[in-house]
């Protein structure tokens, strides 16, 4: 089970940690993404990082502002929002357990999703 939180309300080019925290597996053995759906939007990739945490990669919308970590003796995964825009408003999802690094921008490839977070920005 995964157990996202952190989310709230920021003000434009502020921040926001959000944590992912996972619970009856051995989180540390997966991958790990964060996705977001905004209002209205479908659900698209934000980050992703590898199982030790020697990788990670971004959405060209927000690389630069973000940051993925994890903490694998806590079995949490951090996402670091910097620079907050209104466009980062919407619903942010962690999840885990797709079969390969190569599929780690594809929602479709996890089997195991949190239930989301509420990220708003106001400007």
């Known amino acids: 089970q995964l157990q996202a939180s952190g989310g709230g309300l920021v003000q434009a080019g502020g921040s926001l940690r959000l944590s992912c925290t996972a619970s009856g597996r051995t989180e540390s053995a997966y991958d790990m993404g964060w996705f977001r759906q905004a209002p209205g939007k479908e659900r698209t990739f934000v980050a992703g990082?590898?199982?030790?945490?020697?990788?990670?990669i971004y959405h060209g919308s927000v690389e630069g502002r973000f940051t993925i970590s994890r903490d694998n003796a806590k079995n949490t995964v951090h996402l670091l929002l910097n620079s907050a825009k209104p466009e980062d408003t919407a619903v942010y999802y962690c999840a885990t357990g797709m079969t390969a690094w190569r599929w780690v921008r594809y929602g479709n490839k996890y089997k195991y999703w949190g239930q989301g977070t509420q990220v708003t920005v106001s400007s």
């Open positions: 990082i590898s199982s030790d945490g020697g990788l990670t």
